[in-house]
């Protein structure tokens, strides 16, 4: 009889475990509802442009020239005039070394020019007299000549304890303080002109053609930070291989900066690209988005809008690469790495470290 009550335990205790067992499995999720981590990828949206409609590009304010400025001879800095953020003009003193050491040293100089100018004038006196040999008259002159250079060399050791600017611009940088004792060539400023800004950014390959060709793409760019301000831009220079991580080239343009126009290197700016082309009724894809392609057709992996996963779409092109038909204007598809996708795989929007 004392046998049942434990019995009793035992089969209460399975029955509560198997009870737990069931509850967690029944709200355990399925195996099928545990979704993978979303793919990025980058996007690329069918729009067409207009003139009110031109594609931008994020990029940012380059100086358009800089140099690092430092005394060419050593010394202990005595002062600077300036400080960073502060624009110069062509010749303005930027920076003193304590001349005292150079000062001494071209009096000793002086000194010497013209105790040899003395020797060097009764040498000539006597030569003339023929009371000295033509060697003894040749030193003397030979010592007037070096001591002239040496004084000279002291003048311009002198001078150089002053540091000026080679160029109208802005100070970016400073690399010393006051009383810091400082060796010849170490730098001490950084210059940057600012009267002509360059912007550098990354154009998509299919906007690449627009650079060539007598009809050549235009250019104009605004300030994030200065709303409203709008500059044209003169196409300087690209990168002939795209950039690994982007796909993109490099691009450099030139802005002459406005007077008393406060922009300055690394400010950020949208770039903006004007062409005939741009404004008509014709998408091209860029091939990098195309695959299983054939005469007049391809495939697009579309982006769902709302479950973000991607679904093979056929599309029609024209001779040219031109969208026919099979999109509606707004869609998103993938514009790279589309031999890596499945249908119905999760993506999201690939951005760049840093938000470019």
Same mark, same amino acid.
């Given at each position: 009889?004392? #046998? ?9 205790? @399975? ?5 737990? /067992? ?50 060419? =001879?050593?010394?202990? =800095? ?14 303005? $003193? ?64 002198? /001078?150089?304890? #002053? ?25 001490? $400023?950084?210059?940057?002109?600012? /009267?002509?800004?360059?912007? &550098? ?19 104009? @760019? ?11 831009? &003169? ?72 479950? #973000? ?6 599309? /029609? ?5 031109? $969208? $026919? ?12 790495? @589309? ?7 999760? =993506? ?9």
């Amino acid at each position: 009889m004392r #046998k049942r009550p434990a019995l009793y335990l035992v089969f209460s205790v @399975v029955a509560a475990l198997l009870s737990y /067992s069931a509850v967690m499995a029944a709200n355990r999720p399925p195996a099928a509802a545990v979704l993978e981590a979303p793919t990025p990828v980058k996007v690329l949206t069918y729009r067409l442009a207009s003139e009110d409609e031109v594609p931008g590009f994020p990029g940012r304010v380059e100086a358009g020239d800089s140099a690092l400025l430092a005394f060419r =001879v050593a010394g202990q =800095v005595k002062r600077f005039s300036v400080r960073m953020g502060d624009r110069v003009s062509q010749g303005a $003193l930027l920076a003193e070394l304590d001349p005292t050491d150079y000062q001494l040293r071209l009096d000793a100089r002086q000194a010497e020019f013209e105790l040899a100018q003395l020797g060097a004038e009764r040498a000539q006196t006597l030569f003339a007299q023929q009371l000295i040999s033509e060697d003894a008259y040749d030193t003397a002159q030979a010592g007037l000549a070096t001591s002239q250079a040496k004084l000279e060399q002291a003048r311009q050791q002198l /001078s150089f304890c #002053k540091l000026k600017a080679p160029f109208a611009g802005a100070i970016a940088f400073t690399y010393a303080m006051p009383s810091e004792v400082v060796g010849p060539q170490q730098p001490i $400023l950084n210059l940057q002109d600012i /009267s002509t800004l360059e912007i &550098r950014f990354n154009l998509p390959p299919r906007y690449q053609p627009l650079l060539q060709g007598e009809e050549k793409a235009r250019f104009s @760019v605004s300030f994030e930070l200065m709303p409203g301000v709008s500059l044209d831009a &003169r196409y300087k220079e690209a990168d002939m291989q795209p950039d690994p991580d982007t796909n993109s080239y490099p691009v450099t343009l030139a802005v002459d900066s406005p007077e008393n126009f406060s922009a300055r290197p690394g400010m950020p700016v949208t770039i903006r690209i004007h062409h005939s082309s741009l404004s008509n009724t014709t998408w091209v894809p860029p091939d990098d988005a195309l695959f299983d392609r054939s005469a007049g057709r391809a495939h697009v992996w579309r982006i769902d809008p709302i479950s #973000k996963t991607v679904h093979k779409t056929a599309i /029609s092109l024209d001779a040219e690469g031109g $969208l $026919l038909s099979g999109m509606d204007r707004g869609d998103q598809i993938v514009a790279a790495g @589309v031999d890596r996708l499945r249908e119905g795989q999760r =993506v999201k929007r690939w951005v760049r470290e840093g938000g470019l």
